[in-house]
């Protein structure tokens, strides 16, 4: 079962700031916090991961709380090739199911012109 | 810098046949993971390869089956198909470097009639 709890779905203005939220309350020490979206009929694309620091990269921010139960991914400026459905995932760092994602539902992001 | 492939995009087989996919890794990557994808559905992790060796496997019956080459390429087989096997099959690769942030093919699409 997935570890993570996100919103079924979310509009956001096209080149406003879509902002997704991520509920990972039982997640342990040893656990990254990773985010992928899937564009309609692709595979999975990476976007970012972190472990308990905030991390930025070319695609977007990732933002975890400090007590690690929570995170938001941060598209800073949404366009229409953002509308996708949008997965948190928690993954141990080493040990059993460190070699698997497990998928939840995640949210689908629809960015409206 | 060449990504994940997969072949072939789409397929039709009849229930009980076997069916064999195949996927080449991303350059430098030597572990590859298989996941299954019913419509509607978040990716579900069947097994994955390292070193030629299954390394974790899912929820899936031993009729679900994986090869990995020395070239890192892989290969899904199912035998014995059902209908429920109609998926999206995707491969991913990643590096065993401790994140093994997880990159994925466009995937095949097996209807099975």
């Known amino acids: 079962d997935a570890k993570t709890t996100q919103p079924p779905s979310m509009d956001c203005a096209e080149g406003r700031a879509a902002n997704l939220p991520c509920n990972h309350s039982t997640i342990s020490g040893n656990e990254y916090v990773y985010w992928y979206r899937q564009i309609h009929s692709q595979g999975p694309q990476y976007i970012i991961h972190g472990l308990k620091n905030n991390e930025t990269n070319e695609m977007a921010s990732l933002i975890i709380t400090e007590d690690r139960k929570s995170s938001t991914l941060i598209l800073p400026h949404a366009t229409l090739r953002d509308t996708a459905v949008y997965y948190c995932?928690?993954?141990?760092?080493?040990?059993?199911?460190?070699?698997?994602?497990?998928f939840g539902k995640g949210t689908k992001l629809s960015v409206i012109p | 810098e060449t990504g994940v492939t997969q072949s072939p995009t789409h397929l039709i087989k009849t229930r009980g046949q076997q069916v064999t996919l195949r996927c080449s890794s991303q350059?430098?990557?030597?572990?590859v993971s298989w996941y299954q994808q019913a419509l509607g559905q978040g990716p579900q992790f069947i097994f994955q390869y390292y070193r030629e060796e299954e390394n974790g496997r899912g929820n899936f019956p031993p009729r679900f089956s994986g090869l990995q080459f020395p070239n890192y390429s892989s290969e899904l087989n199912v035998n014995a198909l059902e209908l429920d096997d109609s998926a999206l099959y995707l491969c991913?690769?990643?590096?065993?470097?401790?994140?093994?942030?997880?990159?994925f093919g466009p995937g095949t699409r097996l209807l099975v009639l």
């Open positions: 991913a690769s990643s590096i065993r470097d401790g994140t093994e942030s997880q990159y």
């Open positions: 350059s430098g990557h030597n572990t």
């Open positions: 995932i928690v993954r141990p760092r080493s040990g059993a199911g460190s070699y698997q994602l497990t």
